[in-house]
């Protein structure tokens, strides 16, 4: 079973940056399609982006799109989310997921989470 341990919250201005990173460890990352889930203040979970593999299929949720860039690094064991022109409303706690077998584009595909990174966004 794969462990994920993320990294990089903060609390930043709006229309600032964070790069939250999400590390692996105890399986192959290589095998495993991963992504970022976030549950805002008093709201469920919910889907931001997600990766395949070998890095080929990408999605995000449209509330990102064109401000977010998810990546991963298999020989370094590691997944990234650039989170660029931040809102107040992308205040929420980032979860990174992964699923061996189905890409994780719902909760209900993953697998294993992280304990979540804090990222807050000022007006």
């Known amino acids: 079973q794969v462990q994920l341990v993320e990294s990089g919250g903060g609390l930043v201005q709006a229309g600032g940056s964070l790069r939250l990173s999400c590390a692996t460890s105890g399986g192959t990352m290589r095998n495993y399609y991963m992504g970022w889930f976030r549950q805002p203040p008093g709201k469920e979970r919910e889907f931001v982006a997600s990766?395949?593999?070998?890095?080929?299929?990408?999605n995000y949720a449209d509330s990102v799109k064109g401000r977010f860039t998810i990546s991963r690094d298999n020989a370094g064991n590691t997944m990234y989310l650039e989170m660029n022109s931040l809102k107040p409303e992308d205040t929420a706690v980032y979860y990174c997921?992964?699923?061996?077998?189905?890409?994780?584009?719902?909760?209900?595909?993953?697998?294993?989470w992280g304990q979540g990174t804090q990222v807050a966004v000022s007006t």
């Open positions: 997921a992964a699923s061996p077998f189905v890409p994780v584009s719902s909760p209900k595909n993953v697998r294993n």
């Open positions: 990766i395949s593999q070998r890095g080929l299929l990408i």
